[in-house]
């Protein structure tokens, strides 16, 4: 029996009752269920943002910008309302984050209260940027969190154009008061440069003088200088005479307060006594000279007596037999001569000794002679004298203190006046100087003041002054002076569209799937009849390629008609998805024929495995490298890419190379199929007894 015959007996038995006939429209219909209702959830989501609940919340607080009230929180927020990208609700602060994390909204947009302040500060001398404040929850939805960002760009640039304009508008709005000020400038520096010349001429003479006040200033300061260090000395002196009074008027005020009462009562006593010391001092002198001429005498005198006594001695008391009864007084006379002697001895001795101490001594009498002669003279008025020396005194100390004061304030300000005077002379050194500089700058400022003037006259031509027109045409280019000008060589109109390569594909395979899971993949009946190999794979195959096709006829007309799926190549897109499902039955059907049940396993692994490595959702490049590795050896990304250009339009030569790809592997599927098919011809306890059923 024929392959064709045997793909139409195994299809009979669909027909044999309601439910295998129910069974068969599901199966026809699941990939235009699974296809159609995946893309028709995904077909434009963008389209539909504004039913996204998202809270609004506008604190700004206004701004003063060049006498005009600026509210860019306002304009923001009428704008956003307007364009009706989300479903916008105003709030406050605190409503916006409670509903944002209890999921009332799925994000918030916040404009600061010092937005308008900060947009308005381009104009002022520290400009600062304006943040909108976005507020997101991922554990909400991550998608709207992506959404968002892409959303929000679009409003940030909105917004940075909005106030570069401002900006822009009021620099090109000064532009014509600067040409009538440039133009009074220009007048100024006229009027400047004939001042200058005047102060040319004074600026010449103050350094003419200042010259000569550094010299007199150089004279001064050295005088000073020598002042300074005189006064110094004088303060020295006169602190240590200062002290020395101030002793002395102490001791004496001392004295004078003990001796007074007693020289007022015993005035002539004193004069008695001192007449009494003059005499005495005379006698004295008289009895010194005496001294001094008898001493040698008495030595002399007292050491013969001693030498006659001692001889007297020996001759009464030693030499005779029978000494004088008068040997004891003998005895105490020699001795008393020899004491005698040695004292006349000593004192003769002292006298050669200290003979110029008795003249000093004999001068010092006589001085304290004629002291004690006044003295008596002066007794009776000693207590009227004490109290005018003393009197004499303190005004001695008192001055003395006066002095040292004032020398001490003279030395300071001396100190004080030497150091203005250098710097007085530093000073007028430096104003020499700076005149002169001052004349060598008023000259250059002079010369630059006359071509201050000419360039100004010159500039005021120069200078644009531009209407509102004109204003309003250039601040529009500078504030977005770069334009994005995308193309899309082959646009896809809606998110669906994009996607549809993806899941078209994956809709036929899960068909494909599901479908041997219904129908045999090797017939039972032609592998007990023996028959070929090739027969019994492609009596497997047929039913499943036939209803394949039927199913992406199904899918593809609804995707068409009813959700607006539109084809650049609309028959050579049939025609693909034909050969796709028709590869994808085979594939299924080798796994399937040649694992058994556990080949209902691999299909859904290998289908996992091409979801993850096609590259339908993000490039294939962006994805982990063990999917770029097996990505080249699967059959759907070759699908999904000539799919792409068929859908979308674009080059065929991913057409070509899937077209190929794909016959490859329907034909190594086959063939795999048919050594299974002639294995499964010979019976085993496996094949009787499996053990894993499905």
Not at 85 to 98: L, M, N
Request: charged share 20%.
């Amino acid at each position: 029996m024929r392959s064709p015959r045997l793909a139409a007996l195994e299809l009979k038995r669909f027909g044999r009752g309601r439910l295998p006939r129910a069974a068969l429209v599901a199966l026809l219909l699941l990939p235009l269920l699974y296809g159609a209702l995946y893309l028709w959830s995904f077909w434009d989501p963008y389209g539909r943002l504004d039913r996204i609940p998202v809270a609004l919340v506008n604190d700004d607080r206004g701004a003063e910008a060049a006498g005009q009230k600026v509210r860019a929180g306002d304009d923001i927020t009428e704008g956003l309302r307007d364009s009706k990208v989300f479903d916008w609700h105003e709030t406050s602060a605190a409503g916006a984050r409670k509903g944002v994390e209890d999921g009332t909204y799925y994000l918030s947009l916040t404009v600061p209260a010092d937005f308008s302040k900060r947009v308005a500060s381009s104009a002022g001398d520290s400009p600062e940027t304006g943040a909108l404040q976005v507020r997101t929850d991922d554990a909400n939805n991550y998608i709207v969190g992506q959404l968002s960002r892409t959303v929000f760009s679009e409003v940030r640039a909105s917004a940075s154009t909005h106030a570069s304009r401002t900006f822009l508008d009021r620099i090109y709005l000064s532009f014509a008061s600067q040409h009538d000020q440039t133009a009074k400038a220009a007048d100024g520096a006229s009027d400047l440069t004939s001042g200058l010349g005047k102060a040319r001429k004074g600026s010449k003479d103050l350094a003419d003088g200042l010259k000569d006040a550094k010299a007199g200033s150089g004279k001064l300061a050295g005088g000073i200088k020598k002042l300074d260090k005189g006064s110094a000395i004088l303060q020295s002196g006169s602190k240590q005479v200062a002290a020395g009074t101030r002793t002395l008027a102490k001791k004496v005020n001392g004295a004078a307060g003990a001796v007074r009462p007693f020289l007022k009562d015993n005035g002539k006593s004193i004069g008695d006594a001192a007449r009494l010391v003059s005499d005495s001092t005379q006698v004295v002198r008289d009895h010194l000279a005496t001294l001094v001429k008898a001493a040698p005498v008495a030595a002399e005198g007292a050491a013969t007596a001693s030498t006659d006594l001692d001889s007297v001695y020996r001759a009464r008391c030693q030499d005779l037999p029978v000494p004088d009864p008068a040997c004891p007084q003998l005895k105490k006379a020699k001795e008393a001569a020899a004491d005698t002697a040695r004292i006349a001895g000593d004192v003769n001795d002292l006298v050669k000794q200290q003979n110029g101490d008795l003249k000093k001594l004999d001068g010092q009498l006589a001085t304290l002679h004629k002291q004690a002669d006044s003295l008596a003279e002066h007794a009776p008025d000693l207590a009227g004298d004490l109290d005018t020396a003393v009197a004499k005194v303190n005004e001695l100390d008192s001055g003395a203190h006066r002095v040292a004061s004032g020398a001490a304030q003279l030395h300071t300000g001396l100190s004080t006046a030497r150091t203005g005077a250098a710097s007085l002379h530093t000073g007028v050194g430096k104003l020499n100087t700076g005149a002169h500089t001052l004349h060598t700058g008023i000259v250059k400022l002079s010369d630059g003041a006359g071509t201050l003037a000419t360039g100004l006259h010159d500039g005021v031509s120069k200078i644009p002054d531009y209407d509102k027109q004109d204003r309003d045409r250039r601040t529009g280019v500078m504030a977005d002076p770069v334009q994005l000008a995308s193309k899309s060589l082959h646009p896809a109109p809606n998110y669906g569209t994009g996607f549809a390569p993806y899941f078209i594909p994956l809709s036929l395979w899960v068909g494909a799937m599901v479908a041997y899971m219904l129908i045999q993949p090797l017939s039972r009946r032609a592998l007990a009849a023996g028959a070929s190999a090739w027969r019994i794979t492609f009596a497997g195959w047929l039913p499943v390629a036939a209803i394949g096709v039927l199913q992406t006829a199904a899918l593809m007309a609804v995707l068409h008609w009813a959700i607006g799926l539109q084809m650049a190549r609309a028959a050579g897109t049939l025609g693909f998805l034909a050969l796709v499902t028709c590869c994808f039955a085979a594939i299924v059907q080798w796994l399937n024929a040649r694992f058994g049940a556990a080949g209902r396993i691999l299909v859904l692994a290998l289908l996992m495995l091409q979801l993850t490595s096609a590259g339908g959702t993000y490039p294939v490049q962006t994805s982990p490298a063990f999917f770029n590795a097996i990505h080249p050896y699967l059959p759907m990304s070759y699908v999904v890419e000539g799919l792409r250009r068929l859908i979308t339009g674009g080059g065929l030569a991913p057409v070509w190379t899937g077209s190929a790809v794909l016959l490859a592997f329907t034909a190594g599927a086959l063939t795999l199929t048919a050594l299974s098919a002639r294995s499964k011809q010979v019976w085993t306890m496996e094949r009787l007894h499996p053990e894993l059923s499905l």
